[in-house]
């Protein structure tokens, strides 16, 4: 399996016990891993989108609009490819704090596969619903790893990305209602999941969450007066592979 293939490289940034924790809870959590002044160039970069966003009145191909959105108070939910958007999330999506890291996890041979920047504007209205990301992706093998930079930090009424540890290891589910993809899984498919089988970690600005392409995840809405921005790049084996369980 790859992370055989990866386990038998030295780390680079994390140790072996972190490594293995992540392939057996299927995420693992970096509190407070990214310096300051990345922080800093990514705020700035997230205030020119807001900025870009004022003159919207709906949702484009870029701009997924939080309801509210004004051009006095703009609002957004997400942002689809920010490093196509603005130079500072490419320039730090391929720096060697970032790609190292990924190294880690899917092996020395590291490719970048797409990004989203998920703003969720305070008091929000809109949450993800439990579900795992491979089946929307066009790949090959489960080496895809997520990496969840908060920006600013995220407290619990934030609504933290949650996960269900270990989920990794059990079935795909389909996330088709009926004929339409809904990238989400039905609920009566996941009456399992309770509260006690979760964990929604949270932390200071710069904390980094890494999830398993297979793991099932979602999060509630930002009832917090605060936005919580969460950059999401995902990395991925440069080769492909069959993966047995």
Not at 20 to 45: I, K, N
Not at 69 to 84: K, M
Not at 176 to 200: K, M, N, S
Request: one cysteine or more; hydrophobic letters at 40%.
């Amino acid at each position: 399996m790859l992370q055989d293939k990866v386990l038998e490289q030295a780390p680079l940034v994390l140790t072996d016990a972190q490594r293995r924790d992540f392939f057996e809870q299927g995420y693992l959590a970096l509190p407070d891993y990214v310096p300051e002044a990345w922080l800093a160039r990514l705020r700035a970069a997230l205030a020119e989108l807001l900025e870009r966003s004022r003159s919207l009145t709906q949702s484009d191909k870029v701009f997924v609009l939080e309801a509210g959105h004004s051009a006095q108070t703009p609002r957004l939910h997400r942002v689809s490819s920010p490093q196509d958007q603005h130079p500072a999330f490419w320039d730090f999506i391929t720096a060697p704090l970032m790609v190292d890291l990924a190294a880690d996890l899917v092996g020395p041979d590291v490719k970048f596969h797409h990004a989203k920047l998920n703003v969720k504007s305070e008091r929000g209205t809109r949450s993800f619903k439990w579900h795992q990301d491979i089946q929307g992706w066009p790949h090959t093998d489960y080496s895809p790893v997520t990496f969840g930079i908060y920006i600013d930090g995220c407290a619990p009424e934030q609504g933290p990305l949650t996960v269900v540890p270990g989920s990794h290891k059990g079935r795909l589910y389909s996330m088709y209602a009926g004929e339409r993809f809904a990238a989400a899984i039905a609920d009566a498919e996941l009456t399992w999941i309770t509260p006690e089988r979760t964990a929604a970690p949270t932390g200071g600005p710069g904390t980094v969450l890494l999830l398993n392409c297979r793991t099932i995840h979602g999060s509630g809405v930002n009832q917090s007066g605060r936005a919580r921005p969460l950059l999401l790049p995902v990395y991925v084996w440069l080769y492909t592979l069959v993966e047995v369980f």
